[in-house]
């Protein structure tokens, strides 16, 4: 069997940019939208991609272009049979008539953008949706006979007390999510936040909503797999774990980033100059870099050490981590606590 190989597809327009966001995304060029789109398509058929066995479309807001001329994008993806292919959500803007043509292009996973079920949190991130969209959103996966779905949360924001958070805990699993995925609320230079310290999260408040979060979906059948990854059996995110495996990956489209055997690169990072440089055939790639030998080594341990199978005994010194670690004589994994050390632990790596 071939090795697994992903395609990562940037979308680039939102409506609106959260206050915690600093990716490539821009709310004033809807007007590129389809020369975008169009570009897309001339870049990945020029590509002369293998089969692959992941795509993941993200952003941004991919339901914010033109359903069909993202189903035409994914369907100049080649893929394996039974590959994992998923679609990023806004859940004000999905429709069951908008899944079902995802769903014939191929989709067969969504990752619901939830963030909250409390309205006032929502309003601190910075975000438009409302609680009953995401309801709305889950039943129209269910109406379009999507077999997979993520719900996406942030925990941290400003006013959010350990009662709200439970709160988003459980209307998410109320919906019977087959995969959610709980981000610490992070700090990125250039945000509104950043710029707001009153706003910034406190760490031990981090830590006790982490470790809500890991009882009660733990308890709820979904299994942990990497630090904010939870799972029911046979849902993890395949393109994900790609990533953390140091696997091969091409990315398509503005600032996304490509991997192929230790060598990486990333576009241009403006929809402009994307579509520009497709249509005229120059190369999207705007820098790369190219890792050593034990470089790519000690990441690939970074990695692992978040992930559930953990890494060989002889790459990490216990010593001093009690709490912080368990093994079977084999491995070493983070326990919970672990969990909310991981960078530190890492640090001991070898």
């Not at 991609?49 to 369907?75: H, I, N």
């Not at 959500?89 to 969504?110: H, I, K, L, Q, S």
């Not at 719900?151 to 941290?156: A, E, F, M, P, S």
């Not at 805990?169 to 609320?185: E, R, T, W």
């Amino acid at each position: 069997m071939s090795e697994p190989f992903g395609v990562y597809v940037h979308i680039p327009f939102c409506s609106k940019r959260c206050d915690y966001c600093a990716f490539a995304t821009w709310t004033d060029r809807g007007h590129l939208q389809q020369a975008y789109l169009d570009a897309l398509v001339a870049d990945i058929v020029a590509a002369q991609l293998p089969p692959v066995s992941s795509v993941f479309v993200g952003g941004g807001t991919p339901t914010l272009v033109d359903p069909d001329g993202l189903a035409a994008v994914l369907r100049s993806i080649p893929t394996v049979d039974g590959a994992e292919v998923t679609v990023e959500c806004n859940p004000d803007d999905v429709t069951v008539e908008m899944y079902w043509t995802f769903r014939e292009a191929g989709v067969n996973r969504v990752s619901i953008g939830v963030q909250s079920m409390v309205p006032s949190v929502l309003a601190s991130l910075g975000r438009t949706h409302v609680p009953d969209n995401v309801v709305r959103a889950v039943d129209a996966v269910h109406a379009a006979g999507i077999p997979t779905f993520n719900l996406d949360l942030i925990y941290g924001g400003a006013g959010e007390t350990l009662d709200d958070w439970r709160a988003t805990l459980d209307g998410a699993l109320a919906l019977g999510p087959l995969h959610v995925s709980a981000y610490a609320l992070t700090i990125e230079a250039g945000t509104p936040l950043a710029l707001e310290p009153e706003r910034h999260p406190d760490d031990d408040d981090l830590a006790d909503k982490y470790e809500l979060a890991d009882e009660l979906l733990t308890a709820a059948g979904l299994a942990n797999y990497e630090v904010s990854y939870w799972a029911r059996p046979g849902h993890e995110c395949r393109h994900n774990v790609l990533y953390w495996q140091q696997g091969n990956y091409r990315g398509f489209g503005s600032a996304a980033h490509s991997h192929r055997n230790g060598r990486r690169w990333w576009n241009v990072r403006t929809p402009e100059r994307y579509i520009a440089a497709v249509q005229s055939g120059e190369g999207t790639e705007a820098a790369g870099e190219t890792l050593d030998a034990e470089t790519q080594r000690v990441e690939g341990l970074q990695l692992a050490i978040r992930m559930r199978d953990g890494v060989p005994v002889a790459s990490l010194n216990p010593d001093g981590l009690d709490g912080l670690v368990e093994t079977d004589g084999q491995r070493v994994r983070l326990t919970r606590a672990g969990r909310l050390l991981a960078n530190e632990v890492s640090l001991r790596l070898q």
